[in-house]
């Protein structure tokens, strides 16, 4: 009995520690990016999105985006050395469409909004499907993601960043 005891101690003992998962969540929205070569004609967007029989609508915030540039390194640190990076402007704009929620589902994504000119800018219609991630692990939980950009030609699906 002392040997079962001890033996199962030993090996709970060397089992390998759980990583505790991150205190953040995802956004439960539809982000948008207005492609750079077609900022200029855009003035204001509005969304909407419908998913599982639920649809939300609203004005989209337009605010710059940007590309993370890395600075160097050093090379001493190692693999778990810090490095910095610095966001520059690219010339594209982004919104986000909140939602109460978002699954996997498909969603059905319908953007209008007003040109530089004054003009409507044509109606655009997109169904995209979520994208789903575990970042931190599956112990940590799902992430649920849905993009679109916008161009001359209109809505595409967007893979999600790196």
Do not use: W
């Not at 998962?21 to 750079?36: D, K, N, Q």
């Not at 970042?135 to 679109?148: D, L």
Request: a negative charge.
């Amino acid at each position: 009995m002392l040997m079962a005891t001890t033996t199962a101690l030993l090996a709970s003992a060397c089992s390998p520690e759980q990583a505790g998962c991150p205190a953040i969540a995802a956004v439960p929205g539809v982000s948008l990016t207005v492609v750079r070569d077609y900022v200029p004609q855009v003035q204001s967007l509005h969304m909407k999105a419908c998913q599982d029989g639920t649809c939300t609508e609203g004005p989209l915030e337009l605010m710059p985006g940007s590309v993370s540039i890395g600075d160097d390194c050093n090379p001493d640190a190692g693999p778990d050395g810090v490095c910095s990076a610095t966001a520059s402007p690219d010339g594209t704009m982004l919104g986000t469409l909140m939602l109460e929620r978002l699954t996997e589902s498909p969603v059905d994504v319908t953007v209008t909004g007003m040109g530089t000119d004054g003009a409507a800018l044509p109606v655009r219609t997109h169904t995209i499907m979520p994208i789903v991630s575990t970042p931190y692990g599956e112990q940590c939980g799902k992430f649920i993601s849905a993009a679109v950009n916008l161009d001359d030609d209109g809505l595409s699906s967007r893979l999600p960043e790196p």
